[in-house]
């Protein structure tokens, strides 16, 4: 005897979302960073997805609707899909999804940013007309995704006999300040306080940006002030 067949679902659907890469990531200020290739893999828990009107709805920039290939996952139990982001630029994912009973998902929201690019450091000296005048160092970082805190700055200062000088500058927490850069697009300036305390300084410089891509390797330099 043909009979009606009532489904009770007052269980909402939940989601599960994992990012593989081959290359470093990292996430500074709930935006995930990826310095290759990214694959965005979307795992629902939902017993009657198939019955729902129509699939998840996920979304890029809030424009963008993908085309997703949601398959059964016997062993976890679970709908997946996966998105690969390759291009350099930023994405904001929106994922919303409602079973055949109107049990609404949590929306997923997530902002990547894949950034292939290596920094690039350039240090440049203005000092007077001797050569162990004191000096002025001027830093130049180019990076789309630049934090200062990041900015590795290592000062070593000695006497002719090896011993520490005292008095200098704290050029690290100096460089770590942003109110001490100068930014213009992806150019960002910073001229540290001048060297004038006697001394035989060894200067050193290294940058990973937000994306954990390196700034080429940046040779230490040594140079003396004797006023």
């Known amino acids: 005897e ?10 909402s659907p939940f989601i599960d979302v994992n990012y593989i890469t081959k290359g470093g990531s990292k996430i500074v200020d709930s935006i995930r960073y990826f310095n ?3 694959t965005v893999k979307f795992a629902i828990k939902e017993e009657n997805f198939e019955l729902a009107e129509k699939a998840p ?6 424009e963008m609707t993908l085309s997703l290939d949601w398959k ?9 899909a996966s998105q690969t982001f390759s291009k350099e630029g930023d994405y904001s994912l ?11 998902m949590d929306v997923y929201k997530s902002n990547i940013c894949v950034d ?10 203005e000092k007077g007309n001797t050569e162990y005048a004191p000096r002025i160092l001027t830093v130049k970082v180019n990076e789309e995704n630049f934090d200062c805190s990041d900015v590795n700055v290592d000062v070593i200062a000695q006497n002719i006999t090896g011993a520490y000088v005292s ?7 100096y460089a770590k300040n942003p109110d001490n850069w100068n930014s213009v697009g992806s150019e960002h300036t910073l001229e540290l306080p001048v060297f004038d305390v006697d001394a035989i300084y060894t200067f050193d410089i290294s940058y990973t940006d937000s994306a954990t891509n390196e700034a080429p390797d940046f040779p230490a330099e040594e140079f003396i002030v004797d006023t």
Do not use: C, H, M, R
């Open 2 to 11: 043909n009979g009606i067949v009532y489904v009770i679902d007052a269980t």
């Open 36 to 38: 290759d290739d990214v």
């Open 94 to 104: 929106n994922v919303e999804f409602t079973d055949a009973s109107g049990n609404s």
């Open 72 to 80: 059964y996952n016997e062993t976890d139990l679970v709908w997946e």
């Open 57 to 62: 709805t996920v979304t890029v920039d809030g």
């Open 116 to 125: 292939k690019t290596l920094p690039v450091v350039s240090v440049s000296a």
């Open 167 to 173: 008095g200098i500058e704290d050029y690290k927490q």
